[in-house]
T-cell receptor, first 112, second 111 residues
């Protein structure tokens, strides 16, 4: 059974640009969560989607958005990139909210 | 403020030693997760527990709900156990899968 797949693995952007990251969950998993990991702030929750609906959102500015498609694949978008957005972005999927989360390998985003 | 605290931040052990990593949290939770992160970033979920004790191979996780405390034990540690171990909780009042994370414990096991 394939694991959680995140694309791309690495990305370099410049300030002011926008970026879209993709996450394909494990087959059958309907819950997808996104996290940001930085050396200074550690792991922080961004948002969670379940059956195409955003169920939870963390304390991030409106530049961070996401969506989930009918096949449970999810995308997150960051607009007007800032240097501080450089981070490892992790996606995790689970059958439902009360089940273990399975993490992808992440997308490492660098802002120049 | 809902918080998760881990100790120690860094831990160095010799191969074969018994290792304990601790996690404390501030208010009621519905689940606690122990995660392992290797260099390069990938995270593996080791345990999810809401009460008692779970064991998988050389790893044991316990939780004391009254004390708001959990421990992760590694028996007969091995250099391949070297990684960052992260405690994460789902608060009682949270809907969905939202997790709050501790800062992690960097474990190094020397041969």
């Amino acid at each position: 059974k394939a694991g959680v797949t995140q694309t791309p693995r690495y990305l370099i952007k410049t300030r002011g640009q926008q970026v879209t990251l993709s996450c394909s969950p494990i087959s059958g998993h309907r819950s997808v969560s996104w996290y940001q990991q930085t050396p200074g702030q550690g792991l922080q929750f961004l948002f969670e989607y379940f059956s195409e609906t955003q169920r939870n959102k963390g304390n991030f500015p409106g530049r961070f958005s996401g969506r989930q498609f009918s096949n449970s694949r999810s995308e997150m978008n960051v607009s007007t990139l800032e240097l501080g957005d450089s981070a490892l972005y992790l996606c995790a999927s689970s059958l439902n909210w009360d089940q273990p989360q399975h993490f992808g390998d992440g997308t490492r985003l660098s802002i120049l | 403020k809902n918080e998760v605290e881990q100790s120690p931040q860094n831990l160095t052990a010799q191969e074969g030693e018994f290792i304990t990593i601790n996690c404390s949290y501030s208010v009621g939770i519905s689940a606690l997760h122990w995660l392992q992160q290797h260099p390069g970033g990938g995270i593996v979920s080791l345990f999810m527990l809401s009460s008692g004790k779970k064991k998988h191979g050389r790893l044991i996780a316990t939780i004391n709900i009254q004390e708001k405390h959990s421990s992760l034990h590694i028996t007969a540690s091995h250099p391949r156990d070297s990684a960052v171990y992260i405690c994460a909780v789902r608060w009682w009042e949270t809907s969905g899968s939202r997790l709050t994370f501790g800062e992690g414990t960097q474990l190094t096991v020397n041969p």
